[in-house]
């Protein structure tokens, strides 16, 4: 069963280490547990819904708890606390592209908000109703999730907008093919909610990203359908698929997705290389992105985030052994881990492997083989459930990412380092702060940061904390070329600083859209585009 | 001298082999010439302009009358003709930014339609003034061509929107780099003419299209300034590029185009393979594509193609010796060549020619080495002046491409080829057709057409002739999955089939944001979107 205050499968338990409880407490203090809330104790706020009944929309409260918060930070202290303020005023159920046009029209002459809902992960705050005047109605696509279609000539998969990654996988994986989009939160993420908020998978690297894997489909709008037909390019003016992708439900449903699926690779292998310093291994990562080594991953820790993930694999006997390789290698002190795969035919894969090592050795790297490689391929989807065991613990761990040119990334990293771990200085407080660099690309490169702090007396404190930290990087983000999201996407929490990043004329031409399909400004509203 | 009445320069000159003017006249009967009309002719058609003085417009007649048409067939006829109607009433010269919002704003006050300008090479209709109560200025950007900025860690490149291909690459490989984008029409086409046309080069395997390639810059507008900062991807929101990107002028004029750079390559070669049949050729190259092999670029011509390619080679005793060899190893009757490059390190390259060799020789694939290859790299810009030998032979020779899925490939290529093949038979007239695929994707491929047909006994002729096999064609494509442009954008040839391809929403979208950035209908008309 699906946990309802936190992430993923109830039966799912991440630990944490002995001694990396010990790491934590040594750097930032002794954690502070916070008492949770029950579920019972959230269903009995559920006021009386205010919209009348439709066959296919649920008023149960339960229903409506279980969709009313996403996975953001502010969206865990609400489920913890059991504060949510505000639940949709039921959730619809569709079937079919048509029951989804039905419940647009039911909307639209009942004056009712709709909330667009894929697997409820957004931590951006996409899919949160706010108190209003207008009944809330949240469109949950999930049982819009089966493969509708399979062209295996052309590799194209038509789905349901709800398959989640499982569903997604399973159903391709059947008939030989792979779309190979695994975000982290792939376990729970939607097809439809990857398109509408322009995600990137860990592969991206030999995949692309959904704008790259999102062939065409329909949204469904106030205005009509927007049917995008499949084509491998074209130039036939402006890519209208750039209206459903980042749409992030402002412009319509979508109601039916098509991606460009592909054969189930021969091979695929995942190898860790311990860089000796942060410039070596910046440098030596730019240049692999800009050499087109056909690899399907790369991803590079800063040394904060190497010492960190050693203390939190557990088993210190052996990470000691192998630091002490390491140091002996060049690799001591301030040393960086670097994973990358490759996935591919045998011989590709031969080929990009010797190209990797030999330009990784260049700058002073120690290739350690498969077996770091194998624990990251094993625990890639592990790491959101490593926030219960913190929370337990008495530590708040969120996370933010943007992207920036390569010119900008040591910079941006060092701002956005910064503000977080000096954010909370006045309070006397430490915050733990690490970053790894995933997403590179000829350009430049993603940057991932995660910080941890201690909540403090209460969950009030722990909200404005993170307000307080959340800001200081959102701002040096914006105003130092980073995008506000580099994978997860907009929504109401980043939405004050995308006027920076688009300009007074981009924003204008979002309105213009947005009024064109949506007039009476039903769906969404506050996600991307500030009312 | 650049030619005023065709493609290139005055001092390049393609003969066609006496062997293939035979070789045509074998097909579809002897050529038909048509006397031509001078410059002199011309320039005593242009009338008084319409326009006030303005420091940076030029008045002058022969500017006027270089910058009235594109490439297109009908405008080919026209110069050849002498018979242009219409001349826009002025060219303005900009050599800033700033002297661009100047030029927006007199237009403004002057009630005047202004039609941007790259390099003149449309073959759809971008440039080409209409009559009408308003006076036309057509903005010429070809002063603004320098290479501005070049963020080497970044490999950013900041140009002019005027740069011609020659003027991007030179300036570039000035410093180690280059844009890798080679489209046929690169003498003369520039960067900002490539992104506002959804421009793809004959490398995009390795480079990707422009759509890749275009990191960012400003669209300068009626109701400002469009800025679009570079980031390597964003999550944030739909992508902005695509309001520039394919806008073909009806948005705004592009003042600054920011472009993702490589660095030169260590290696790079080209191969010629002959395919036993179609059906095999088919299956190669679609299995190439979808396995990633890393190629810059392939190439497959039809068997049609392939014997014209070879008749009009020359060298007919060389030629006849190959022929034997090939039907030796069994490409014989009905073989396709195919052309592939391999551009990047020595060890990649070598490991990416041993991949598509091995995978070829699966489908029936002869490998012939880099003699043709060779061939194909020397002569990759010289097509287009073909068409001047052709027509003093008598012979009129379009081409026209489009883009489909994998599964749908065959199927179109044969409407098409059909459609122009017996597009004239009811005047008993052969057209000569023939065909390649090139910018092969993992999901399909763009087709690409060309035909030969005679004008008939006068230029209203060849005209009608034209117009009816172009719209067969452009009817099979767009009631048959086609894209009506894979690299040539739409322009006023174009716009009539738009709609089938982006739908009323779509169609509706894109007059929504046309009605923000240029509410008086000032830019482009009827280009793109028909008025």
């Known amino acids: 069963m699906r946990r309802w205050n936190g992430w993923g499968d109830e039966a799912t338990v991440v630990e944490l280490p002995s001694n990396g409880q010990a790491f934590l407490a040594a750097r930032i203090g002794a954690g502070q547990p916070l008492a949770d809330a029950s579920l019972a104790q959230v269903l009995a ?13 649920s008023l149960d409260a339960e229903v409506r708890v279980r969709h009313a918060r996403g996975q953001s930070l502010p969206d865990w202290l609400a489920m913890r606390e059991g504060t949510f303020g505000c639940f949709p005023d039921g959730v619809a159920f569709p079937e079919t592209a048509e029951q989804v046009r039905q419940l647009l029209a039911w909307a639209a002459e009942q004056d009712v908000l709709l909330i667009p809902y894929g697997g409820g992960t957004s931590v951006a705050g996409h899919i949160n109703p706010q108190a209003g005047a207008r009944p809330v109605l949240t469109l949950s696509l999930a049982r819009m999730n089966r493969l509708l279609e399979l062209d295996e000539a052309s590799q194209i998969a038509t789905f349901g907008p709800g398959a989640n990654g499982p569903q997604v996988e399973s159903q391709l994986r059947a008939r030989g093919f792979t779309l190979g989009h695994f975000p982290q939160s792939w376990e729970l993420s939607t097809l439809g909610g990857w398109v509408a908020s322009r995600s990137s998978g860990q592969q991206s690297l030999r995949y692309g990203r959904i704008e790259q894997l999102f ?8 205005a009509g359908p927007l049917e995008l037909p499949t084509f491998p390019a074209s130039s036939a003016g402006p890519d209208l698929r750039e209206l459903v992708l980042g749409s992030e439900g402002r412009f319509g449903v979508i109601s039916e997705v098509k991606v460009r699926a592909s054969r189930l690779a021969e091979d695929e292998a995942f190898y860790a290389v311990f860089m000796p310093s942060w410039e070596q291994a910046l440098q030596g990562i730019r240049t692999l992105a800009q050499a087109r080594v056909p690899l399907s991953m790369l991803r590079l820790s800063n040394a904060i985030e190497t010492e960190t993930q050693l203390a939190l694999a557990g088993h210190p006997g052996q990470i000691s052994l192998l630091e002490k390789y390491l140091a002996l290698r060049g690799a001591g002190i301030g040393k960086c881990m670097l994973t990358f795969g490759v996935t591919g035919s045998r011989a590709q894969n031969a080929s990009s492997l010797k190209q990797a090592k030999q330009l990784l050795k260049r700058f002073g790297g120690v290739f350690t083989g498969t077996v770091l490689g194998k624990k990251w391929a094993a625990n890639r989807f592990r790491f959101p459930y490593l926030r219960h065991a913190l929370w337990a613990a008495g530590y708040v761990v969120d996370t933010l990412e943007t992207a920036t040119d390569w010119v900008n990334v040591d910079h941006l990293l060092d701002l956005i380092e910064g503000g977080l771990r000096n954010g909370l200085a006045e309070e006397g407080e430490q915050v733990h702060v690490f970053t790894h660099l995933s997403h590179v690309y000829g350009e430049g490169s993603s940057i991932y940061t995660t910080y941890v702090y201690r909540p403090g007396g209460s969950y009030a404190q722990a909200l404005r904390r ?60 506050g996600v991307l585009i500030e009312d």
């Open 45 to 57: 706020q559920v006021p009386a819904s205010r919209l009348a009944a439709h066959p296919l929309v």
């Open 215 to 222: 062939a065409g489909g329909t949204l469904e709008t106030f």
């Open 466 to 525: 993170w307000r307080k930290l959340k800001t200081a990087a959102c701002e040096a983000i914006a105003h130092n070329r980073g995008t506000i999201s580099h994978q997860h996407g907009v929504g109401r929490d980043h939405a004050p600083w995308l006027a920076l990043e688009k300009g007074p004329q981009g924003m204008a031409a979002l309105r213009a859209i947005a009024a064109h399909f949506d007039p009476e400004r039903r769906l969404a509203p």
